[in-house]
């Protein structure tokens, strides 16, 4: 790309879903999807965040927990929005009450959600603990056993992102993610939004999901590394009681780094932006197609490049 100098943040985020995009600018978002059919859905709406409503949820490291927590709240949503387009006919015959079926797919995303973080806590903090914990025999320094223990942990993600990836449906969600980001890298670099010149743009973005979590591990080893309990009971609890507070520090850091071009800063972003190559693949015409209808759903970007190109 030769404007690689000129890239204004647009604050756009999104992810990849079934067969689609969402797209999310501020209080909006839109789901776009491609149909059985070949048309292109898409569905609208809005989410409010606790940020805007309570002081205390805006101010920095809480800020970080709510936006993950509603940005995972929000992509069970749109993955559920997704999904309904490939239910079974039988399914689709089926009169059911719309407030009843509201209803049912809020409680499963809220336990979908629960259940997801609980996973997680578990095999990607926990585990590596008790893994590390083996290896007492043979290191002495806990500072060391934690550098371990912060390395099994992101191994373990880089391994579980490169097994799912070897799923087919997985292959086709890595490739919308891989259109979603060169979407949003497109309108970023103050060019036109077209297929053209979105497939000219990088899979990678410094503000991704795959980036906070390889950040959140890598923030994790430093937490580990000073805080020194005696207790392995008392370990593990510390373990999950700082996972709030390690993904509002990590937050901070993927918020500065999407806004900024600083050397020490990019080299910092560097892991996670290469970790990135596994979780996006290069998409078609056709899918590129639909991340460009979910971002112009819920963001004018001809006035938002108008706009920055006058600064």
Known sequence: MNKKSVVKPSGIGGQAVLEGVMMKNKDRYAVAVRKPDGEIEVEEGTCKSLRDKYFICDLPIIRGVVTFVE??????????????????????????????KEKREKVETTFTVILSIILAVGIFMILPFFISE????????????AVIEGVIRILLFIGYVF???????????????????????????????????VKKQSREHKRCGTSFIFIVLFISIIFFIFIRVDNMWLKILCRILLVPVIAGVSYEFIRFAGKSENSIVNALSKPGMLIQKLTTKEPDDSMIEVAIASVEAVFDWKEFQKDKGAE
């Open 71 to 100: 940005s995972l709240v929000l992509g069970m949503k749109s993955l559920t929005d997704s999904s309904k387009y490939f239910e079974d006919e039988e399914d689709d015959a089926e009169e059911i009450d719309e407030d009843k």
């Open 163 to 197: 097994a799912i990836s070897f799923v087919e449906d997985i292959k086709r969600v890595f490739m919308y993610h891989g259109a979603e980001h060169k979407t949003i890298n497109c309108v970023e670099h103050m060019l036109p939004l077209t297929v053209e010149n």
């Open 134 to 145: 083996l290896l007492k025999k043979v290191v002495a320094s806990e500072k060391l056993l």
